[in-house]
């Protein structure tokens, strides 16, 4: 009974992350939830009492501890160069569902309660964005990168994932085949 409970579970997690990933929190029903897995609405409330803010919030906290541990063992198997890190974080990214920053902090967070509101802001800098950030102090203190405010710094690479993955769309390739082309952009900029 307990594996099939938590066998539901995790398909209505996995079907609810996909969705807000793909539309955000605003957009997406318990019924477009509960149409996805064939289930009633009112089943769901089985799983998350609290309806939809709970499982948002759930899947949210779910998703960006796995992007925390992903990049800390992207960057961690990088090495000490920041060229081999930004490659490293890019390709992890790239290959892993993209996290839409900007509509989390402009329209997902401000939808839900004050408390929940705060966890998620906090786990998202302390899961996507100080990873990247600490990495490219470390690049700073090493003289390998320009004295630039490493949260711009990182969340500007974590737009630029997005990007990979919006134009893997547009031009029908993975996301990850784009990471070479955008890693020189990323180091040297755009001037000839």
């Avoid at 759930?58 to 930004?86: N, P």
């Avoid at 390739?173 to 952009?185: D, F, R």
Wanted: aromatic share 4%; glycine share 6%.
């Amino acid at each position: 009974m307990v594996s099939t409970i938590s066998a539901a579970r995790e398909r209505v997690q996995a079907t609810a992350e996909r969705l807000f990933a793909e539309r955000g929190y605003k957009a997406v029903t318990l019924r477009d939830i509960a149409q996805e897995l064939g289930i009633r609405q009112a089943s769901l409330y089985y799983h998350f009492p609290g309806g939809k803010e709970e499982l948002y919030v759930t899947v949210t906290e779910r998703g960006l501890q796995a992007h925390r541990e992903g990049l800390e063992q992207a960057i961690a198997g990088a090495g000490d160069s920041l060229e081999a890190s930004l490659r490293a974080i890019l390709n992890w990214l790239a290959t892993h569902a993209p996290v839409d920053v900007g509509r989390m902090l402009l329209a997902d967070l401000p939808a839900i309660s004050e408390e929940p509101r705060k966890r998620l802001t906090g786990l998202l800098v302390e899961c996507l964005i100080q990873p990247i950030e600490q990495m490219l102090k470390a690049a700073q203190e090493r003289r390998e990168a320009r004295p630039v405010d490493p949260r711009f710094a990182a969340l500007a690479i974590l737009s630029l994932a997005e990007v990979l993955h919006a134009h893997a769309r547009l031009s029908g390739k993975e996301a990850s085949e784009l990471v070479e082309a955008a890693l020189p952009m990323l180091l040297d900029g755009l001037r000839a």
